[in-house]
């Protein structure tokens, strides 16, 4: 299984940002993704899920109505679209297969560092 997130970057406070991540290693089209974060100091914290069709998707609280996630199976791509960003969103964000609780093989990441 490889997971290579992109798209991060420096923000300003309201601004967007769209976050990437190619996987590869399994059968993608086949499971749920799911996208997390990692605040400095803080444990991972659940941000989207977007089942296996790209139908259903769920948000936490703290991103809804900001964050669109979508998936293009073709392409074995997960998408995370961040809008009207705050400074906490600022954290290292990741994707994996769905349970993401049970996931170990986890890619690098990509930081997203929001300024106000």
């Known amino acids: 299984v490889q997971l290579v997130e992109s798209g991060g970057g420096l923000v300003q406070l309201g601004g967007s940002l769209r976050l990437s991540c190619a996987a590869s290693?399994?059968?993608?089209?086949?499971?749920?993704m799911t996208w997390v974060r990692q605040a400095p100091g803080k444990t991972l914290e659940w941000v989207s899920d977007?089942?296996?069709?790209?139908?259903?998707?769920s948000y936490a609280y703290s991103v809804y109505g900001r964050f669109i996630i979508s998936r293009d199976n073709a392409e074995n791509t997960v998408y995370l679209q961040m809008n009207d960003l705050e400074p906490d969103d600022t954290a290292v964000y990741y994707c994996?297969?769905?349970?993401?609780?049970?996931?170990?093989?986890w890619g690098r990441g990509t930081q997203v560092t929001v300024s106000s």
């Open positions: 994996a297969p769905s349970p993401w609780s049970s996931f170990d093989s």
């Open positions: 290693g399994f059968t993608f089209s086949s499971y749920s």
């Open positions: 977007i089942n296996s069709g790209g139908d259903k998707t």
